[in-house]
């Protein structure tokens, strides 16, 4: 059965995720889209053949007529979910949510509240769940091939140049604008390892800081943008990065439309965010972070998180009483060592199709399924355990910001 759904926020995760219903015609049509950039707005409303009529400005357009699909995808900006969520779930639509559910833990928990209420669908996009790499991942958990957890050690590289686009120039800046990195960025990586683990995370601390993109290490005489005339060999410098660069996601999110030519991109430099100086934004966000974890159970973890690496990767090992897992969201295996056989073996796992390591087709497979009742919300990232698990992000904040105190939790 194809379910029907309209699109709010059309921005790059929102569109990823709707072309799903292109290449799965028979599993997903899209049926309308609320988006306030206009020029975006109307290329979305030609790539999926839409009616003017069904294409709006605004998300309350959408909830101000009668329910008219099966349900609704909200990926607006992250501090911008909670209106739109609640008011789609007393219209009666199922939800898929873009990660952070919200930016407070209050509104987190009212939402998943909410949800449970009114019998609501609500898939939030922890997409890492749904590649070949961590499902293997869980699913050896689960069949006891190192036996019981003991210790859990998950790192994400999140690269420097990607640090300095998004978390410099860009929307996730700046905590008051958007949320803290721990939520914005690494409430994928607080999931994946709660529901590795699959038990209660009873306590943690975390440290971390905004180190080195700050005012204290801006180049003697760099100016305000790099398009001033900045006169170092800077490795952030945005003529680099967004002008000479073949890198077309860049490019687009610079000029804020797909395909910009180079005039295009250099007047964007010239008056718009990612022309400027990263060490002279109004960035707020932490560039490391580390979280030290106790689970029931006596299992310890440890996440941490920085950009400065060059790569943009996530790297695991989980240390059982029987062996261990070792993997790399950059490497096609998994290595396992059983203890008992000292044996070692590479476990190759089938090739990801798409973004975010096929994440994000396998989320929206499974979101389909989920609405057609093929599969159960134990199945899926639902926004019951999603929530409890953006808990984390929050508490982890806290304790950073109160100089790495023990929280219970």
């Given amino acids: 059965m194809v379910k029907t759904v309209i699109l709010i926020g059309a921005g790059q995760r929102g569109r990823i995720y709707a072309d799903y219903a292109l290449t799965h015609p028979h599993e997903m049509k899209v049926v309308g889209v609320a988006e306030p950039h206009e020029k975006r707005r ?35 900006q992250d501090t911008m979910h909670t209106e739109p969520v609640m008011a789609a779930i007393a219209k009666g639509y199922d939800i898929l949510l873009e990660k952070p559910i919200a930016p407070t833990e209050k509104e987190c928990l009212e939402i998943a ?24 991942i869980k699913k050896m958990l689960t ?6 957890i003991v210790t859990f050690v998950h790192n994400e590289n999140v690269g420097d140049t990607h640090h300095a686009h998004s978390f410099c120039r860009g929307n996730w800046r700046n905590t008051k604008e958007s949320t803290p990195m721990i939520l914005a960025k690494s409430c994928h990586d607080m999931d994946i390892m709660q529901w590795l683990v699959g038990k209660r995370c009873t306590a943690l601390s975390s440290f971390g800081s905004l180190k080195f993109f700050t005012e204290a290490y801006k180049p003697e005489g760099a100016p305000l943008r790099c398009t001033d005339g900045c006169p170092h060999d800077c490795p ?17 999110v610079t000029a804020g439309h797909a395909n910009p030519t180079d005039a295009a991109v250099e007047e964007s430099l010239k008056t718009g965010p990612y022309g400027r100086c990263v060490f002279q934004c109004d960035n707020d966000v932490v560039d490391h972070q580390t979280v030290n974890m106790q689970f029931e159970d006596g299992i310890t973890a440890i996440f941490s998180m920085t950009s400065f690496t060059p790569e943009i990767s996530r790297s695991l090992k ?50 389909c399924q ?3 009742d093929e599969i159960s919300a134990d199945d899926v990232s639902e926004v019951a355990i999603s929530a409890l698990n953006h808990q984390l992000c929050f508490k982890a904040e806290e304790s950073r910001l109160a100089g790495g105190k023990l929280l219970t939790l």
């Avoid at 069949?143 to 019981?148: A, C, H, L, N």
């Avoid at 790399?328 to 975010?356: L, M, Q």
Wanted: hydrophobic share 35%; with cysteine.
């Fill in 42 to 76: 109307n290329q979305f409303r030609d790539k999926h053949n839409l009616d003017a009529s069904v294409c709006v400005e605004n998300w309350q357009d959408v909830f101000a007529r009668d329910k008219w699909a099966d349900a609704v995808m909200i990926c607006t």
């Fill in 113 to 136: 509240a909410a949800a449970k209420a009114a019998d609501t669908k609500i898939v939030v996009c922890h997409v890492l769940r749904y590649t070949p790499l961590f499902s293997q």
């Fill in 143 to 148: 069949d006891g091939f190192i036996g019981d």
């Fill in 236 to 252: 952030y410098d945005a003529r680099k990065l967004y002008l000479q660069s073949d890198n077309e996601w860049f490019r687009g």
């Fill in 318 to 367: 989980i240390m059982g009483t029987r062996g261990q897992i070792k993997a790399h969201t950059a490497s096609p295996t998994i290595h396992y060592t059983n203890f008992v056989t000292r044996e070692e073996k590479e476990i190759p796992i089938n090739e990801a199709k798409g973004g975010h390591d096929g994440g994000d087709e396998g989320i929206m497979k499974a979101f």
């Fill in 370 to 372: 989920y609405l057609r």
